[in-house]
T-cell receptor, first 115, second 110 residues
Framework: DSGVTQTPKHLITATGQRVTLRCSPR?????VYWYQQSLDQGLQFLIQ???????AKGNILERFSAQQFPDLHSELNLSSLELGDSALYFC??????????????FGPGTRLTVL | KNEVEQSPQNLTAQEGEFITINCSYS?????LHWLQQHPGGGIVSLFM???GKKKHGRLIATINIQEKHSSLHITASHPRDSAVYIC????????????FGTGTRLQVFP
């Protein structure tokens, strides 16, 4: 158990819908990262928050948005869902920046299926 | 061409064999990460290194910055090492954004 929790574990929804994925980082970790893992594209970095502020952005679609709340939990919102959004979405957390030796701890992931 | 390339894509081994997985990258980096993804999907960070060599149990990771290459070695492999091993780099201009390789699927048979 990494100490990072993600809910829900599985989510099945229809095209055009909107969903919210939730992540609670390890106690004391200020950074939260979101990743998407699809069969055809592998793991991709979406976005990072540090202590409530957006810090780095990857290939995140405009239909997707995220935020980190004062209690440090984070939510990833996916809207106008398409079949291609079906993937595993991972959240990870670290104490600080990775380059300063911060280790990332991954949550168990949310499997999103869009029908 | 991907910025991070791994080889081989798939690897099978007999228990006890010495395993090497390779990672080459084409961008400037501040660090390189090795991750392990279990068959159930969970991901564990194994190493983060920016130079030299690190060892943890039967796992050894090395990096050659000049050649832009890293290797992950597993000594005395065991069936429980069966997993996907993923190389990722932190780019030198955006240190917290990871760029991932496509992974190496390792199966170790008893």
């Amino acid at each position: 158990d990494s100490g990072v929790t993600q809910t829900p574990k599985h989510l099945i929804t229809a095209t055009g819908q909107r969903v919210t994925l939730r992540c609670s980082p390890r106690s004391g970790d200020l950074s939260v990262y979101w990743y998407q893992q699809s069969l055809d594209q592998g793991l991709q970095f979406l976005i990072q928050y540090y202590n409530g502020e957006e810090r780095a952005k990857g290939n995140i679609l405009e239909r997707f948005s995220a935020q980190q709340f004062p209690d440090l939990h984070s939510e990833l919102n996916l809207s106008s869902l398409e079949l291609g959004d079906s993937a595993l979405y991972f959240c990870a957390s670290s104490v600080g920046a990775l380059v300063f030796g911060g280790e990332q701890f991954f949550g168990p992931g949310t499997r999103l299926t869009v029908l | 061409k991907n910025e991070v390339e791994q080889s081989p894509q798939n690897l099978t081994a007999q228990e006890g064999e010495f395993i090497t997985i390779n990672c080459s990258y084409s961008v400037g980096i501040s660090a390189l990460h090795w991750l392990q993804q279990h068959p159930g999907g969970g991901i564990v960070s194994l190493f983060m290194l920016s130079s030299g060599k690190k060892k943890h149990g039967r796992l050894i990771a090395t990096i050659n910055i000049q050649e832009k290459h890293s290797s992950l070695h597993i000594t005395a492999s065991h069936p429980r090492d069966s997993a996907v091993y993923i190389c990722a780099v932190s780019s030198s201009y955006n240190t917290d954004k990871l760029i991932f390789g496509t992974g190496t699927r390792l199966q170790v048979f008893p």
